[in-house]
């Protein structure tokens, strides 16, 4: 019923309510709060920047982040299949792709694996930590209530969903034989001393361990 309720009714819904008898005020209240949490969960399915701003108050979106949210939405639909991202530092780029994409994506498709990976370890990790967390919390719930962390993910480098999804975290240069990705992400491959030696040749280990790893 709260479906075909349109947005301009349920306003003059809540105008009204003041003036209803108590009975009829805590249906018309009910009624409210179930559109309300259906139109949440709804728009932060299909639209990644909802879903942001949802689980992720006080987010400042600018129109690069617009536009990096089509291209990701575009990948997760199979639409593109390899982006390249190249934004000044402090604009938002990991938190965006790195933490808050890959959540949204198993949110929609929590039978799938990701892959993260970083210029180490340690990186990499604490992304699958951050998005592990956001994975289990409430704010994340309202959108994909029946997504669920499987009962054994403790561990924040591998965890899985409730539907078989995995995501795995990982150095540059780490053993990924006999794993296979729907979501590939590479944060930062090189470090930002090595990025600053302007020699081509620092850059050739983290090449070679990408066309070994995706043939």
């Known amino acids: 019923m709260t479906t075909k309720l349109t947005d301009e009714q349920i306003r003059q819904l809540e105008i009204a309510i003041p003036s209803m008898e108590e009975a009829k005020k805590r249906k018309a209240l009910e009624l409210v709060r179930q559109y309300k949490k259906l139109r949440v969960q709804n728009d932060g399915k299909d639209n990644f920047l909802d879903f942001v701003q949802h689980v992720y108050p006080g987010y400042k979106i600018g129109p690069h982040h617009e536009k990096l949210a089509n291209i990701f939405e575009d990948v997760a639909a199979g639409k593109k299949k390899r982006v390249v991202v190249n934004i000044a530092p402090r604009h938002g780029k990991s938190e965006l792709i790195s933490y808050l994409a890959p959540a949204w994506f198993l949110g929609k498709y929590p039978q799938k694996k990701v892959i993260m990976a970083s210029h180490t370890a340690d990186l990499a990790v604490n992304f699958g930590r951050r998005v592990r967390n ?51 992400i590479i944060d930062d491959p090189h470090s930002e001393q090595d990025a600053k030696t302007g020699r081509a040749d620092v850059f050739l280990p983290a090449w070679e361990w990408f066309q070994f790893v995706q043939a």
Do not use: C, H, M
């Open 134 to 184: 956001l994975v289990g919390s409430d704010s994340y719930k309202d959108i994909f209530p029946q997504v669920e962390l499987q009962a054994d993910s403790k561990s924040a480098s591998r965890w899985g969903t409730n539907y078989n999804g995995e995501y795995f975290a990982i150095g540059v240069g780490g053993a990924l034989a006999g794993r296979g990705a729907d979501l590939f």
